[in-house]
T-cell receptor
C-alpha cells in the first residue's frame, strides 16, 4: 500500500461548489503539506502543518482552507471553487524527528477541474 | 527569499549517453537538497537527498552533488535509458523553512 494517499484522484466540479481533498499517510511523519502544480508555474505551496495543532499559510493560500484532523490526516478545502483553481494538487509529508532529514514524500495527486 | 532555477529547461539525448542536469539556488544556508522525478500527470518520486554537510549521494546510475558555497547541485545520469524520460525537479529546504522547488528539466531519452 502507498505511504501517502490522496482522495479523490480526479474530480470535476462546478464554479461555486465546496470541495474537499483528503490526504492520509502511514509514514508516521509529523509534517504535512499541500501543493498545487500548474503548467509553467511549477509547484507552489498552499498550506503546511508541522504537527496536529500547527497550521500555516503558504505562498498561495487565498481561497483555500485546511484541517489537520490527526497526525496522519490533512484535508484541503475549496470553499467556493473557481475555474482558476483547476490544477493538479499534491499532498506531501516529511519528518525531522526520526533522522530522515526532512526528506519529502509525495502522494499521487488529485486532478481537479472546475467548470 | 530562496530562488531555485534549473538548466536546461528541456533536454533530448540518444539512449546510452551520460548527462548532467543543473540546479542553482540563491541562499546557501540550506538544510538539504532533494532531487525528484515526475512522470506526466503523476506524483513526485524522491530520487536523492543531500544533506547540507554532504558533497554527493549516489543511487544506482544516479549521482547528485552539492556545492553550497556556489549555490549549485548537479544530477548526473549514467548510461541513459528511454525509461529515464521524465521531468526532474530539485527542491531546496532552508533551516526552519519550507521547500522551494525549481521549475524542472524535461528529459527525453530517444531509443
Amino acid at each position: 500500500d502507498a505511504d501517502v494517499t490522496q482522495t479523490p484522484r480526479n474530480r470535476i466540479t462546478k464554479t461555486g461548489k465546496r470541495i474537499m481533498l483528503e490526504c492520509s499517510q502511514t509514514k508516521g511523519h509529523d509534517r504535512m503539506y499541500w501543493y498545487r502544480q500548474d503548467p509553467g508555474l511549477g509547484l507552489r505551496l498552499i498550506y503546511y502543518s508541522f504537527d496536529v495543532k500547527d497550521i500555516n499559510k503558504g505562498e498561495i493560500s487565498d481561497g483555500y482552507s485546511v484541517s489537520r484532523q490527526a497526525q496522519a490526516k490533512f484535508s484541503l478545502s475549496l470553499e467556493s471553487a473557481i475555474p482558476n483553481q483547476t490544477a493538479l494538487y499534491f499532498c506531501a509529508t516529511s519528518d525531522l524527528r526520526t533522522g530522515s532529514y526532512n526528506e519529502q514524500f509525495f502522494g499521487p495527486g488529485t486532478r481537479l477541474t472546475v467548470l | 527569499k530562496q530562488e531555485v532555477t534549473q538548466i536546461p529547461a528541456a533536454l533530448s539525448v540518444p539512449e546510452g549517453e551520460n548527462l548532467v542536469l543543473n540546479c542553482s539556488f540563491t541562499d546557501s544556508a540550506i538544510y538539504n537538497l532533494q532531487w525528484f522525478r515526475q512522470d506526466p500527470g503523476k506524483g513526485l518520486t524522491s530520487l536523492l537527498l543531500i544533506q547540507s554537510s554532504q558533497r554527493e549521494q549516489t543511487s544506482g546510475r544516479l549521482n547528485a552533488s552539492l556545492d553550497k558555497s556556489s549555490g549549485r547541485s548537479t544530477l548526473y545520469i549514467a548510461a541513459s535509458q528511454p525509461g529515464d524520460s521524465a521531468t526532474y525537479l530539485c527542491a531546496v529546504n532552508n533551516y526552519g523553512q519550507n521547500f522551494v522547488f525549481g521549475p524542472g528539466t524535461r528529459l527525453s531519452v530517444l531509443p
